[in-house]
């Protein structure tokens, strides 16, 4: 171990750990000024009766089930050769008989936060040397925005890498207009690492600049900080909001027309949608009140006080997650382009401040190098949340992104990194359909849902375990972590894995030099160097200056500087628009985009539009609850759930739900009751929190929970996982993203006995 902390970095925060004592205790960083407390337990899941100590193989699989007791089957325990020999088997056999495209590896999730150590570039480059695989494209947390952007203003990835920071924000004294809040507890993570936990300083400075925040959500965030102001909205509804502050702007003459001349294109266009010209409904406050439940005069104020200005329009993430949730972010940018700011310095839109630490932090973004992914032409992939549809309909056609696409009939799914039985939607849908595919290989550490639904599992070592360069390029800092103890049981990285499957197969073409393409002869070690010496010599463009890759060991870390000036989106832009033009085909904000409208999609004219969700509040029948689903404060995603702090945070031993005191009462329910949570895709058992921070008919569950299916009651998860209740269907033809932010259920208390959760109790190991 060097002379200096160990350091170990996770998406929540990176820590110090003391390894002189029995177990290594983690400490927050210490220039960290508000470290999350989710890593109290990461030394405690080291080694934890969830950690799988060998190789294993489903009892099923070797007898030839197909699949069918795939997440309830025994698991024998085997020895490294015999397992990579079986997986090189399975692997070579399908490739062979169907095709590299009949192996789905879309391995999606956050995986660790190393850069060497990345679970899933691990697996594009060795599936890529293989022949190729069907992979999956956009993510869970904003597909429908990453597909609808770049034809309306830029790619996603350019907008997050440059975002306006609350620094901006508080010196242009803005209206922030927050669609789905500014939730405090998304701000503890970032996908690579958090150095510093910046953002409730940040929110808090621009606050006591003048900043007015105005958290639009149907929930009121109990970690929102003093002096955000709360509009309670209908779940759904924000589109319908954002078309009546429009159409308030232009009755009242209060609209940006230089700028819709100088930097759009398109309004002309979609204005006789939003006067009601083209389809006889004028998009106005009182339309909009009706489908919002907010007074028609409060939404005529509000659209006056953001054309007073400084004023920023921002859509939180959890807008996509929603049925049309592209017309949201379309309409984001809409709004703030006839309000005229985007470009002056703290105004225009924003998209997701607070959804992770980076996104509105003061930060630049960076340049590291990560492990290469050789590109052997075009990929097949699918959209990412179309798994369950691309298992029950192989060969079935499907739109996405102005394009018609047939879904691959898959044989084989490799997954390492990631759960899609927590990220997917409808898990009992999910669940019935895995049971067709042939073959299913994962890399987990621990017995996670995604462990208990495959068929040979390879044990792997977590970052604690290993040896990386960690740091978000939108962070501040790059850290030579290390290992603090060694590899629990047989578990190997993922590398090592991927290096043993690669000394059994051949490369497509039949030739034997698989291994030597994967590994390019170095180790580990060469390559942590080499992809050091890359960054540096990246960073160097950039004018910043990094010791050598000796040096940078010996101290642990480098930091970098913040950027001088606070950053706004499309300042170059709003300068000159003919120099810096977009990458949209006009060089245009397009409110009206030639491109879509050319696709002739059902209810899709090629403006933003009004679109009701199909499951609706007010159309409710027999589930009248509107649940909105939310990322939890005690884990990421479904990462430690299996944790004892983020157990505790659980009520009666399950996940959460929190009910307004008058749904509550209405069926004589009280405060830690276990309740079941159902409507016609599945049941979940959840215990009771009473809170009149929310709208009445309004219910709220956190995602993460391990997946628990009772195999005495079908359909339930013991455990309380809301997406056994979410729908899987597509926001819409243009992007076919997750549609799983709400929907409707209802709840009643549950009947005794109540079963047991047997979510972390490890399956029944045979030893050989």
Known sequence: MPDRPAYVVAHWGVYQVDTTADRPTYAPFDDDPSPSEIGRSMAETLDDPCRIDRPMVRRGFLEGDGGAARGEDSYVATDWDAALDLAARELGRIRAAHGPEA?????????????FHHAQSQLRRFFNLFGGCTRSRDTYSYAAGEVILPHVV???????GGHTAWAAIAG?????????????????????????????????????????VVNVCPVRDRDALAGCEWLAI??????????????????????????????????DRFLPYLDGGSDGVAKSADWAAGLTGLDAATIRALARDLARGPSVIAASWSMTRQDNGEQTWWMT??????????????????????????????????????????????????????????????GAEYRYNGTTRRYPEIRAIYWAGGNPFHHHQDLNRLHRLWKRVGTVIVHEPHWTPLARHADIVFPATLSSERADLSGSTRDTHLFATDPVRPPFGEARDDHAIFAGLAERLTGPEGNTALHEAFTEGLTPGDWLRRMYEETRNRMARHGDEMP???????????????????????????????VHRLSTPSGRIEIFSETIAA??????????????????????????????????????????????????GKVAGRTPLVMHPDDAAARSLRDGDVLRVFNDRGACLAGLRIDDGLLPGVVTMETGAWLDLDPGTPGLCRNGNPNVLTPD???????QGPAALSCLVEVEAASLPIPESRAYAPPEILRR
């Open 103 to 115: 192996i789905y590896a879309g391995s999606y999730g956050w995986a660790s936060a190393g850069r």
């Open 729 to 735: 269907r597509g926001t819409s033809e243009i992007a």
């Open 154 to 160: 830029a790619p996603l990835e350019r907008l997050l």
């Open 333 to 394: 940018v809409v709004l703030a382009a006839m309000l005229g700011g985007i470009g002056l310095p703290g105004q225009g839109f924003a998209l997701g401040l607070a959804a992770v630490n980076s996104i509105g932090s003061l930060r630049r973004p960076l340049s590291f190098a990560g492990f290469p992914i050789p590109m052997r032409g075009p990929a097949p992939f699918i959209p990412v949340a179309r798994i369950a549809d691309m298992l029950e309909h192989p």
């Open 599 to 648: 696709w002739g999609l059902d209810g899709q004219p090629g403006h933003p539009v009004w679109r009701a969700p199909v499951e609706w509040l007010g159309a409710a029948g027999r589930y009248p609850l509107h649940l909105v689903t939310h990322q939890p404060d005690r884990r990421l995603h479904s990462q430690l759930d299996q944790s004892s702090y983020s157990r505790a």
């Open 234 to 267: 209908r779940p759904g509804s924000d589109m319908a909001l954002l078309l009546g502050l429009a159409h308030t702007l232009v009755a009242e003459g209060l609209h940006d027309t230089a700028f819709l001349a100088s930097h759009c294109t398109g309004f």
């Open 172 to 212: 242009a004294g803005a209206t922030v207009l927050a669609l789905g809040g500014v939730p405090l507890r998304n701000a503890q993570i970032d996908a690579g690492g958090v150095a510093r936990h910046t953002q409730a300083g940040d929110i808090r400075a621009a606050l006591d600049a003048g900043v007015r």
């Open 548 to 578: 050598d890759y000796d040096t940078f060991r010996a101290r642990g870390m480098v930091a970098f500087s913040p950027p001088a000036v606070p950053p706004t989106l499309l300042t170059a832009f709003r300068e000159d628009p003919a």
